[in-house]
């Protein structure tokens, strides 16, 4: 079965600092779509950055960026210059070739402490 | 450019009574989805209309549950009695196609509360 496993429940860090979420993913397949989205309080789910597994190259959206690692099958976000805007639920999710759904990971709680 | 439009965005209703969630997907978009997220199930797909017609249904919880897409431009998700475990956001998503490439885009979610 497909998995996505966020083993970090809750991170907190100060305004400006750099942050890093981890996601591990498991699936046999060759191709596949990975995503960040963002929950904030507001409840809105929005989708902060997506990378795709044939794509060595990591995604960028100017503060938000990635480390893809395939073979250890590792999808991290990196948040840099943290804003108290970032306060949010992140999760990771995955999109398999076979299956249009997405596979979900539980989610990271992250503060951005003033 | 509008975004995935779901209304009402907070439903409080009793035990028993019929209730209707509404979608209206981004322009475009021909594959819908409807979600229920809670905090001990997480995100749940419920259902996945594709070009208006429902491909995948099997996360629908029961027969209480059904969802109608009649044109691609608007979508319900009914429940019928409603119960207070469903009690949860219900999101709607919608992408532009139904293959991998197809990023979901979401609204912004109806609280509903049953008493």
């Known amino acids: 079965a497909q998995t996505v496993t966020q083993s970090q429940p809750e991170m907190s860090v100060q305004e400006a600092e750099t942050v890093t979420l981890s996601c591990t993913y498991d699936?046999?397949?060759?191709?596949?779509?990975l995503f960040w989205y963002k929950q904030p309080p507001s409840r809105q789910m929005i989708l902060v950055i997506r990378?795709?597994?044939?794509k060595q190259q990591n995604a960028t959206e100017n503060r938000f960026s990635v480390n893809f690692q395939k073979a250890a099958k590792s999808f991290s976000l990196k948040i840099s210059d943290s804003q108290l805007g970032d306060t949010a639920m992140y999760f990771c999710?995955?999109?398999?070739?076979?299956?249009?759904?997405?596979?979900w990971g539980a989610g990271t709680k992250l503060i951005i402490k003033p | 450019d509008a975004g995935v439009i779901q209304s009402p965005r907070h439903e409080v209703t009793e035990m028993g009574q019929e209730v209707t969630l509404r979608c209206k997907p981004i322009?475009?978009?021909?594959?819908l989805f409807w979600y229920r997220q809670t905090m001990m199930r997480g995100l749940e797909l419920l259902i996945y209309?594709?070009?208006?017609?429902?491909?995948?249904d099997s996360g629908m919880p029961e027969d209480r549950f059904s969802a109608k897409m009649p044109n691609a431009s608007f979508s319900t998700l009914k429940i019928q009695p409603s119960e207070p475990r469903d009690s949860a956001v219900y999101f709607c998503?919608?992408?532009?196609?139904?293959?991998?490439?197809?990023?979901?885009?979401f609204g912004p979610g109806t609280r509903l509360t049953v008493l």
């Open positions: 990378q795709e597994a044939y």
């Open positions: 699936t046999s397949e060759s191709n596949y779509y």
């Open positions: 998503a919608s992408s532009q196609g139904g293959t991998i490439r197809d990023t979901q885009y």
């Open positions: 999710a995955s999109r398999m070739d076979s299956n249009y759904q997405l596979i």
């Open positions: 322009s475009g978009h021909n594959s």
């Open positions: 209309f594709n070009n208006n017609v429902p491909i995948d």
